[in-house]
């Protein structure tokens, strides 16, 4: 009995001690700024006869990075500054900032804003968003290479295609691919 009592007492006082201890708070996500020169989006389009190339340049944002994982983010696309790379030049360039395609001069800008990280393994993970493109906002997933997370800083990968019917450009239908291939380098620190 004197056992048992000596149980339920040292049980008592170390539920009191706890009890007052200070918790210690989990510490926010740490927010990378997104490094504009070294990221960028590449596109690939084609059309029956053809392909283009070029490059989305990154206008701003930031990823959340949680414990070497990443938690979050957001990206803003520069489509006003969009290029091609190939031999179409700015003819191709102009096309595509007019109404059949990105309307620049109404909407300069998508965003991609992540919603949910799913990690698959150490360095992969699905990640979900939303993508707004001519003021059309639609769920994208995607999965990404992470090449490095901490809380100094982060590069990630990922390589998707997109069909452009869903953001409202229908320009081509019949000639002009439905789909564009994109490959995403997101460097922050």
Request: glycine share 10%; hydrophobic share 40%; aromatic share 10%.
């Amino acid at each position: 009995m004197k056992k048992a009592f000596l149980a339920l007492a040292g049980v008592v006082f170390l539920t009191g001690v706890y009890s007052f201890a200070p918790r210690k708070e989990k510490a926010p996500a740490t927010a990378l700024t997104v490094n504009l020169e070294k990221s960028r989006v590449d596109w690939v389009a084609s059309k029956k006869s053809d392909f283009h190339t070029g490059v989305f340049p990154i206008k701003s944002g930031q990823v959340m990075v949680d414990g070497g994982k990443l938690t979050g983010g957001k990206f803003v696309l520069d489509l006003a500054n969009l290029k091609v790379t190939d031999g179409a030049g700015d003819k191709l360039s102009n096309h595509l900032k007019s109404p059949d395609f990105f309307d620049v001069a109404k909407f300069g800008e998508a965003t991609y804003e992540i919603t949910s990280v799913n990690y698959t393994g150490a360095n992969t993970a699905e990640v979900g968003g939303n993508l707004t493109v001519k003021g059309v906002s639609v769920p994208v997933k995607l999965t990404a290479q992470i090449r490095n997370s901490d809380d100094k800083g982060f590069f990630a990968q990922a390589f998707i295609t997109l069909d452009k019917n869903l953001v409202g450009i229908k320009y081509g239908a019949g000639n002009v691919s439905d789909d564009v291939e994109l490959a995403i380098h997101l460097f922050a620190k």
